[in-house]
């Protein structure tokens, strides 16, 4: 429990008081990231004694509103659990989320279902409804923003920036797709001060972590936690199955153009789940020389290595299908009228010869037709 912990849970002091230590405290410097033995960090504790002046002041000191507890509760939790409305609706106009769940499955909205605080349930359906209208302002603004990216498309390499000059894709954007999942939403501004790029991403170990302005300890674990388990997943057949499961349906460029893409990024991801690993095992070799060839460790290996192989095979055998299918659709369709390469020295050749020989046809035609007028003439 540290100072600041205790003058935000403390209900009976002066909120005035309460108010001042609190902004000393942070003005020295103090940890507001971190919670007590049960994970409650200061904002939580503010909320749960109903003290909002200093619930504002710490979310106005950016603090990490999306941490959670042992339970899996995060600020918003508590708001809901002790009827706090005021504390609710600053969180979630803060950004909070409320789409989440806690350790026992049970959501936000489960909760305040099971208070039945009216005043929870009002600000909750205002969210609600200023999401829906959100959501469609979003629409409407990806769609029109879909039509101006297409319209300013001129060849199949707008479809993978970076290929153009012949450099890896580097697929930033997944980035904060990654944090989110891994609970480290606020990390997002850290990361695009600095474009990184997805590789380096999944390749990061404390020391990098540290450098980027990763500065709090349990960040960085959550960090690496979450880049180890994103290594270690199982992929899905869907995901590298691609027209293989629908040869039988028609397809069109723009959908060959799409699964390419995405084996592309398939296999970037591979590229550095393997430098991961390979890292990792070079780390363990001296130890694995003592290993039996039985062990749990070594039999581990072995199938981590053998889903590695089925995952790379998939998609070789997806890259072959493609192939053949860009091969029929180069020989089905017909060339672009407006097209214009470079002759070549062979077509340069033949081109040559045919008027030579098209000339001497024609040169022999009319020899022999001036003969045979002048036989005429003479007979």
């Not at 708001?79 to 936000?108: C, E, M, Q, W, Y």
């Amino acid at each position: 429990m540290t100072p600041v912990m205790m003058a935000c849970l403390n209900s009976t002091s002066n909120e005035a008081a309460a108010y001042n230590i609190v902004s000393n405290l942070i003005q020295s410097n103090c940890m507001l990231n971190i919670g007590d033995k049960y994970g409650v960090t200061p904002l939580m504790k503010a909320v749960i004694s109903g003290k909002q002046s200093i619930v504002e002041l710490l979310v106005d000191t950016n603090v990490n509103i999306e941490m959670r507890d042992r339970q899996g509760w995060t600020a918003v939790f508590w708001a809901i659990h002790h009827n706090r409305p005021k504390a609710l609706d600053l969180l979630l106009k803060k950004g909070a989320r409320l789409n989440i769940v806690d350790i026992s499955n049970r959501t936000p909205a489960k909760i305040a279902y099971s208070h039945d605080y009216l005043h929870i349930h009002s600000v909750i359906s205002a969210y609600e409804k200023t999401c829906e209208d959100d959501d469609e302002t979003i629409e409407e603004k990806e769609i029109s923003r879909q039509k101006g990216f297409l319209s300013k498309l001129s060849s199949w390499h707008d479809f993978y920036p970076g290929l153009r000059d012949e450099s890896k894709p580097k697929f930033a954007h997944e980035i904060s797709n990654l944090l989110y999942g891994m609970n480290c939403d606020r990390l997002r501004g850290v990361f695009d001060k600095i474009k990184i790029n997805l590789r380096d991403f999944l390749l990061m170990e404390e020391k990098e972590m540290i450098k980027y302005g990763v500065d709090l300890p349990f960040e960085r674990q959550r960090l690496k936690q979450g880049i180890r388990g994103f290594h270690l997943r199982s992929w899905k057949v869907n995901s590298v199955a691609g027209l293989q499961t629908r040869r039988g349906d028609p397809y069109s460029i723009v959908e060959c153009l799409s699964i390419l893409g995405s084996h592309l990024e398939q296999l970037y991801i591979l590229e550095s789940t393997l430098t991961y690993v390979l890292r990792d095992f070079n780390r363990i070799q001296s130890r694995l020389k003592f290993e039996a060839p039985d062990s749990p460790v070594m039999v581990r290996l072995q199938q981590a290595a053998s889903k590695m192989i089925c995952n790379i095979n998939s998609i070789r055998r997806e890259a072959n299908a493609m192939k053949k299918i860009h091969i029929k659709i180069s020989k089905d369709s017909l060339r672009p009228v407006d097209l214009i390469t470079e002759k070549t020295t062979k077509d340069v050749a033949v081109e040559l010869i045919t008027e030579l020989v098209v000339l001497s046809c024609i040169g022999l035609l009319v020899y022999n037709a001036r003969s045979l007028v002048t036989k005429i003439i003479v007979k």
